[in-house]
């Protein structure tokens, strides 16, 4: 199995920033990508952005692009979102998400971290 554990959500005003991260951890696996989505109040699940584990390429969504940055430390097996000029908007449970390989490619999930951006 593999485990996907989140941190560094919280409250921050707007303009602010943060920084989550999700370090994924198991049996012996092999990363192909990893990212983030999010899911505001009343809202569907959508995607912020993502980074491919061989290469470090990135694609976020329109929304958040220029002001977040994802970034991978292949040694932890951990990925980072760094959050800048937030916005109220940005407001959501953030989930780490990853494509796997154990014995064949899944796609798994962390149990999510709240965002909160006041105004």
């Known amino acids: 199995q593999v485990q996907l554990v989140e941190s560094g959500g919280g409250l921050v005003q707007a303009g602010g920033s943060l920084r989550l991260s999700c370090a994924a951890s198991?049996?012996?696996?092999?990363?192909?990508?990893m990212g983030w989505f999010r899911q505001a109040p009343g809202k569907e699940r959508e995607f912020v952005g993502s980074?491919?584990?061989?290469?470090?390429?990135?694609s976020y969504a329109d929304s958040v692009k220029g002001r977040f940055t994802i970034s991978r430390d292949n040694v932890k097996n951990t990925v980072y979102l760094q959050m800048n000029s937030l916005k109220p908007d940005d407001t959501a449970v953030y989930y780490c998400t990853a494509y796997i390989r154990l014995t064949t490619y899944d796609n798994y999930w962390g149990q999510g971290t709240q965002v909160t951006v006041s105004s």
């Open positions: 980074i491919t584990w061989s290469d470090a390429s990135t």
């Open positions: 198991g049996r012996t696996f092999s990363i192909y990508q």
